[in-house]
């Protein structure tokens, strides 16, 4: 149903100041996108594949606010962006056992997770992960779940979910993870999708809105988050 992952947006309270970290910390130079893909205060990033947005607070759907979310690097290049970034910053480091993360903060809050998972040749190779926080781990995994994602592990005392799918969903009830990391709030994320009505038609019970954009659906999950189906 849902075959790629492509746009994570975040909300910045001042653009040019989210725009300079990421230009200067991530080496990420600003996307020239098209018309469709336009709006006024925001600016996009190629981050291996798929696009980090920065959007300053305006028209719904906002940029997600503290979100935790992770970036794919070869294991290769991971020893560079440690030594890089370390410069800059208190890292956390976590050791997964197959791979490695570092952690740190944006000027927004944003926590950042680079991982030694990624394929190919790029310094980045895409987003990896979302964390979503959620009122209800049952009913927010019943929603997703209908969108073809599957459950791959489970917290203790079921705090939180990981599901798998065209990127990694962690659904968590309010708290805090890995380098005290939180869940997003009102988190806006696109997906491609072979039939987007037919994405938006299999939540449709459960969302608390449902909107055509342009070629594709956009759709409100019960916790405040936008997911946008665009056809692939």
């Not at 009122?135 to 969108?147: C, I, M, Q, T, W």
């Amino acid at each position: 149903m849902l075959v790629g992952f492509e746009r994570l947006a975040l909300e910045a309270k001042f653009l040019d100041r989210a725009r300079e970290f990421y230009a200067t910390h991530l080496d990420r130079a600003p996307l020239d996108r098209s018309p469709s893909h336009d709006r006024d205060g925001e600016v996009a990033f190629d981050v291996g594949g798929a696009e980090l947005v920065l959007r300053e607070p305006g028209s719904v759907p906002r940029g997600g606010v503290h979100t935790h979310y992770a970036l794919a690097t070869p294991p290769d290049r991971y020893a560079a962006w440690y030594d890089r970034l370390s410069e800059s910053f208190d890292l956390v480091e976590f050791d997964f056992g197959d791979a490695t993360s570092l952690y740190f903060y944006d000027p927004d809050g944003n926590c950042v997770e680079i991982g030694s998972c990624g394929t190919g040749d790029a310094d980045l190779t895409g987003v990896f992960e979302v964390a979503l926080e959620v009122e209800n781990l049952s009913h927010a995994e019943s929603f997703y779940r209908s969108l073809g994602f599957e459950v791959v592990d489970r917290g203790d005392q079921r705090r939180r979910t990981r599901l798998a799918g065209p990127v990694a969903l962690e659904l968590w009830e309010p708290q805090l993870g890995i380098a005290d990391a939180r869940g997003a709030l009102h988190a806006d994320l696109t997906f491609a999708t072979d039939d987007p009505d037919a994405a938006a038609e299999a939540v449709r019970a459960d969302a608390c809105a449902v909107t055509r954009v342009g070629e594709g659906v956009r759709v409100r999950d019960p916790d405040g988050h936008y997911l946008t189906f665009a056809p692939e």
